[in-house]
Each structure stands twice: as structure tokens, then as C-alpha cells.
């Protein structure tokens, strides 16, 4: 059974950091392309980031790049989002999100840029 759990959200302030963790059960990580989205209120789900399979390239939305680092450690199964330089309109649910046939994604966790 895939299984998506994130972890590491809370309340930072603007200009601050957060580590956000995906821990994947159920599939290997790096058999699949995976990535981070995110959903703020009133706003549609917004692609941030994401691993392709192959060689591991990675890619960021405009919104997020140079701030944010996608990475997974496939010991752990578990991937990564490093987030630096917070602004308020990071504020958001952040969800980790697996393709595997179909999407899979997480509970999400929140995350508050505020002063």
C-alpha cells in the first residue's frame, strides 16, 4: 500500500528556514517521479518541485527557485524539501505527491511565513 506521510511544517518567520520531510512506504522512492506541491487558501494546487527517475534531475517552479532544494535519501525512503529565504506567500499546505500509475500524495502539513 503507497503511503506518503509529510512532516516538518510549523510557524517561521520571513526570512527564515523549514525542512520538510516525506516519508514514502509501500514503492521505492527512486523507482518513481516525485515531487512538492503546495495549496494556499483560495489558490489552486501549485507545483514547486520535483525528481525524475532517470538521472535524478530535478526541477523548480519560478516562484521557488534558488530557495527551495528538492532532495531524497533513498536509505530512508524519504524525501526532502529545504526551504530558505521564507516569504508570507510561502504560507501554505505543503504536500509530497508520487506518480505511480496514478498521483499519490500526502496528508500535507502546514506551513506559516509570519511575523
Known amino acids: 500500500q503507497v503511503q506518503l506521510v509529510e512532516s516538518g511544517g510549523g510557524l517561521v518567520q520571513p526570512g527564515g528556514s523549514l525542512r520538510l520531510s516525506c516519508a514514502a512506504s509501500?514503492?521505492?522512492?527512486?523507482?518513481?517521479?516525485i515531487g512538492w506541491f503546495r495549496q494556499a487558501p483560495g489558490k489552486e494546487r501549485e507545483g514547486l518541485s520535483c525528481i525524475i527517475t532517470s538521472d535524478g534531475s530535478t526541477f523548480y517552479a519560478s516562484s521557488v527557485k534558488g530557495r527551495f532544494t528538492i532532495s531524497r535519501d533513498n536509505a530512508k525512503n524519504t524525501m526532502y524539501l529545504q526551504m530558505y529565504s521564507l516569504k508570507p506567500e510561502d504560507t501554505a499546505v505543503y504536500y509530497c505527491?508520487?506518480?505511480?500509475?496514478?498521483?499519490?500524495w500526502g496528508q500535507g502539513t502546514q506551513v506559516t511565513v509570519s511575523s
Open positions: 505527491n508520487a506518480r505511480i500509475l496514478r498521483d499519490y
Open positions: 509501500g514503492f521505492t522512492l527512486d523507482h518513481y517521479a
